[in-house]
């Protein structure tokens, strides 16, 4: 489920280290104030059946680029990173929403999608390793599509809180523990805690899903030094994006 946010930390990692061989740290841009949007608590009203998905060429203008989110590195995803939403498995059924969204692969009906990958500046500047990785998957869908796909993630957040076991094109991840996390964005959206890995000191990570129209994006955050916070510096960089 974490594959490929672990490959991008290590091979980040790798290439931070060279790099502090090689310069001291370079002072940073000022940081830009991203603007938050926040939400009513209730959910917006659905999008019209009749609403269209938007083209490739069109979702690709709208998704996350080098600069939208302050301290952040942002690449493309690359095609060992992303899944198909067939080469995803769950052991139990309910939980495979989920499952996909965190092997980068589609939830529901999505029509077209786009993939990213954000690295953040060390925290430890002698520590390479001190990073937060996020995915981050952009999804457009026909009519009422988003709006299913957020609810059946929301159903599989309440009924795998106990854990569930994924694969993720071929590769197997255990994930021991599920828990809520509030967040309002967008004209929906809900957050999970994943623990993975072995016992009480998995690997966690954040999952954020948040619907504007017919349009759903996912944010998965993993950290090697503690639990992330929720990325709210990249939901609001994809809201003000989507307009």
Not at 19 to 25: E, K, R, V, Y
Not at 211 to 236: E, W
Request: proline share 7%; charged share 20%.
């Amino acid at each position: 489920m974490r594959t490929a946010l672990v490959r991008h930390a290590v091979l980040t990692a790798s290439a931070a280290s060279l790099a502090l061989l090689a310069t001291a740290c370079g002072a940073d841009k000022a940081d830009t104030k991203a603007e938050a949007k926040p939400s009513a608590s209730a959910p917006a009203p659905s999008p019209t059946p009749e609403a269209k998905a938007l083209a490739a060429a069109d979702l690709e203008k709208l998704t996350l680029a080098a600069g939208d989110v302050p301290k952040v590195t942002i690449k493309k995803a690359g095609a060992d990173d992303v899944a198909k939403a067939s080469e995803v498995t769950s052991d139990k059924p309910q939980c495979l929403p989920l499952a996909q969204a965190g092997g980068f692969a589609p939830v529901g009906n999505a029509v077209t999608t786009t993939e990213r990958i954000g690295a953040s500046e060390p925290a430890d500047p002698a520590n390479p390793m001190s990073m937060t990785l996020t995915s981050v998957q952009l999804a457009s869908y026909d009519g009422k599509g988003a709006e299913e796909a957020l609810a059946s993630m929301k159903a599989a957040g309440q009924a795998c809180t106990g854990g569930f076991v994924t694969t993720a094109k071929g590769e197997k991840t255990t994930i021991n523990a599920v828990a809520p996390v509030t967040v309002t964005a967008g004209d929906d959206a809900a957050g999970w805690a994943f623990t993975a890995g072995g016992g009480d000191e998995g690997l966690q990570s954040q999952m954020v899903a948040v619907r504007k129209g017919n349009n759903l994006f996912v944010l998965h955050s993993l950290s090697f030094t503690g639990k992330p916070p929720v990325p709210q510096a990249y939901i609001d960089a994809q809201l003000k994006k989507l307009g």
